[in-house]
């Protein structure tokens, strides 16, 4: 594997892996707070974030390949990265709303 393909991997890695951490403490926390509508909501979120991850694992080793040139058949890029592009945007999307759940409860309303 070379160099800038080992980065990639780390990235996308580190990336889409601290999510689930970064989940398990939002949803204690909120539950803690007893914020059950907010617990409800991030959720929601788990599955998307399953998609993100599942697209990332099958695809990511299929791109890294086809940079390297040792992907059979010339290895084409572009499909892999498209789906490598898709699960770095979704992983973004959970992200940003896994982020946004730690702001402030409008109304204090739980």
């Known amino acids: 594997m070379s160099s800038p393909a080992f980065v990639i991997a780390i990235v996308f890695s580190v990336f889409l892996g601290a999510w ?40 990511l080793p299929r791109l890294i390949a086809a940079l390297d040139g040792t992907a059979p058949g010339g290895g084409k890029p572009a499909l892999a990265a498209v789906a490598v592009g898709l699960a770095l945007c979704l992983g973004a999307l959970v992200w940003a709303l896994l982020v946004q759940s730690f702001g402030k409860q409008a109304g204090g309303a739980r």
């Open 20 to 59: 689930p951490l970064a989940f398990l403490v939002a949803i204690v926390s909120q539950a803690i707070k007893q914020r059950w509508r907010r617990v409800g909501q991030l959720a929601l979120l788990l599955p998307v974030w399953c998609v993100a991850a599942s697209i990332g694992l099958l695809q």
